[in-house]
Each structure stands twice: as structure tokens, then as C-alpha cells.
């Protein structure tokens, strides 16, 4: 299973990314996770006390994989041992990469960085076995069209709130931009009312989950600790249950 969890900023995706990512494991499954948001806050998420090198400050080894003769870049640059010497494992055996940011502004995805970081994605999704998470932007930019046609599922995570609902909008656009089909929706940080229930009711995607707010995320966060270890995992388990039913 190859899923992207995107969301706008403090939705809670990262939260989510990584709950999913130790409920595979806890299962038995193999499992990936790569951090492709700028915020970068997975690794923490997942018990990491050090944070693994961002892929993205590799600047030696993009030069020497992605530019070629007079200037040309690889598309398709060889980064398998690449992709194992910087991979990190948590305590649950859940292996973390980051991919960093693309700090070049101008140069959009014809930029060294990009070519690089996209061959990472295309092997993480098409060469392994292992479940993948992919905590992404708002964006998803670091996606392509050839790579995005590899991901199962695409979660947009949303709070109960108009803007939100404008961001799905978004997001929904973009992924089916580059070519993903399947869709779906989990709403984080729920407050029961008529409103919200409306909200939600408005929604025309599959609907994996609603996960209730809890000061426990806060707490987590503030600790320092993976939320898993403090916070009621019974909707994320809904949830997995649901992602496995509509992915395999």
C-alpha cells in the first residue's frame, strides 16, 4: 500500500502519518515513511530524538547523480544506496527518510533537487514491498505525474471548517492533476455540532474516519512524544481498517 497523507498546515496529517505508520508495524507489515512537508515534524512524530539528514542538503552526491555532461540532468539518477544510507528506524522498526525543501526558487522541477528527490519517491513507491506513508504538503509538489500514478490512496486530512473544505477542493485538483484516482477523506480535531455535521455531510468522498479532539495531541506535542503513546488510537485503527478494505 503506497499512501500520501496531505492536508494545509496543523490539520494534524503528520499526526496521522505517523500513528498509521506504528499501527502497520505494530501488525506485522513493513513499513516506510518519508516526510515531504517543509515543517518537518514526522520523525518526531515517530519517537526520533535526532532528526535524519534531510535528502535535499545531499549536495555533493545530487551533483554527482543528477548533472551530467554539459549541464544536463538525469532524470532517472541511481538512488537506491542512497535511499538505505540515509534511512533511520524507530523503535517500532517504522524506516524514516526526509526528503528536505527545494530552496531554489525559480527553477520549479527542472531543478537538480527535484530530479533527485522525485527518483527517491519513484523508488520508494515502485521498488519496495513495504507499506509507504508519505507526509506531504498541501501541495503534494514533490510528486510528478509518472510518480503519483504508483500511490494507492491519496488521504486529504481536514478540520470541520469551511477553509478546510476549500482546501479538499484544492488538494482533490492537484491530485487528480497527476494522475490520482482514489480520493479520500479524514477529518481531524472534530468538535460535535449541527455545523460540523453539515459540513461533513457535504463532503462527497469516502469518509475513512472522524478522530474527535483530544488535548492529548497537544500534550504529546509539548512532551515531545509520539501520539500513539498517549493518545485513544481506536479512530486511527477505524481508519487503517478502512484503508486496508479500500486498497487491497
Do not use: W
Request: net charge negative; glycine share 8%; proline share 5%.
Amino acid at each position: 500500500m503506497k499512501i500520501a497523507i496531505s492536508g494545509k498546515g496543523g490539520v494534524g496529517k503528520t499526526t496521522l502519518a505517523a500513528v498509521l505508520a506504528h499501527l502497520f508495524a505494530r501488525d506485522g507489515y513493513r513499513v516506510t515513511a518519508i516526510d515531504c512537508d517543509a515543517d518537518i515534524n514526522l520523525p518526531s512524530a515517530l519517537g526520533l530524538k535526532e532528526k535524519p539528514k534531510p535528502l535535499s542538503e545531499l549536495h555533493e552526491i545530487i551533483e554527482q547523480r543528477v548533472v551530467g555532461p554539459m549541464g544536463m540532468y538525469k532524470l532517472n539518477p541511481k538512488v537506491d544506496d542512497v535511499f538505505e544510507e540515509y534511512s533511520v528506524y524507530n523503535e517500532d522498526g517504522v524506516r524514516v527518510l526526509v526528503l528536505g525543501t527545494i530552496e531554489k526558487g525559480g527553477e520549479g522541477c527542472f531543478c537538480p533537487e527535484n530530479a533527485f528527490l522525485r527518483a527517491i519517491l519513484r523508488h520508494a513507491i515502485f521498488k519496495r514491498e513495504d507499506v509507504l506513508i508519505l507526509d506531504m504538503e498541501a501541495g503534494i509538489e514533490h510528486l510528478g505525474r509518472g510518480t503519483a500514478r504508483g500511490v494507492d490512496l491519496l488521504i486529504a486530512v481536514i478540520e470541520p471548517g469551511t477553509r478546510a473544505v476549500e482546501t479538499l477542493d484544492r488538494i482533490r485538483k492537484l491530485g487528480m492533476d497527476i494522475g490520482i484516482e482514489r480520493i479520500a477523506v479524514v477529518v481531524n480535531k472534530f468538535i460535535e455540532s449541527e455545523r460540523a455535521r453539515e459540513l461533513i455531510s457535504g463532503i462527497d468522498y469516502p469518509i475513512l474516519g472522524v478522530i474527535p479532539y483530544n488535548q492529548c495531541f497537544v500534550t504529546a506535542d509539548l512532551e515531545n512524544v509520539p501520539p500513539y503513546k498517549v493518545c485513544d488510537l481506536k479512530p486511527f485503527e477505524e481508519i487503517k481498517r478502512e484503508i486496508e478494505e479500500l486498497v487491497q
